[in-house]
Nanobody, 126 residues
């Protein structure tokens, strides 16, 4: 079992920044890929960013490329999502997840992630 707890969400004006954190406990954190997904009201949960177990490879949704940065600190069992130049369209509940995707395209597939956090709300005002 892996337990995940997200933090760092909140209310920010458009153009502002937030940094989300996801602390993991349980099984060996460094063995897993980590992903961030988000879900806005009435919409499907969508991929945001992911990082390989070593941190050497990262993936981003086109909508956040160049604005968001995912990173991890395996010594602290924590993954981060730095979000800059936020837009109202970024408003959603953000979830972190743990899994073992095998191929590049797998990282964007929420079905490849086994454990999920409870989510943290991010609201961007215009």
């Amino acid at each position: 079992q892996v337990q995940l707890v997200e933090s760092g969400g909140g209310l920010v004006q458009a153009g502002g920044s937030l940094r989300l954190s996801c602390a993991a406990s349980g099984r060996t954190f460094s063995m897993y890929a980590m992903g961030w997904f988000r879900q806005a009201p009435g919409l499907e949960r969508e991929f945001v960013a992911a990082i390989s177990w070593s941190g050497a490879t990262t993936f981003y949704a086109h909508s956040v490329q160049g604005r968001f940065t995912i990173s991890r600190d395996n010594a602290k069992n924590t993954v981060y999502l730095q979000m800059n130049s936020l837009k109202p369209d970024d408003t959603a509940v953000y979830y972190c997840a743990v899994g073992r995707p095998q191929f590049g395209s797998d990282y964007q597939n929420k079905g490849k992630y086994n454990y999920w956090g409870q989510g943290t709300q991010v609201t961007v005002s215009s």
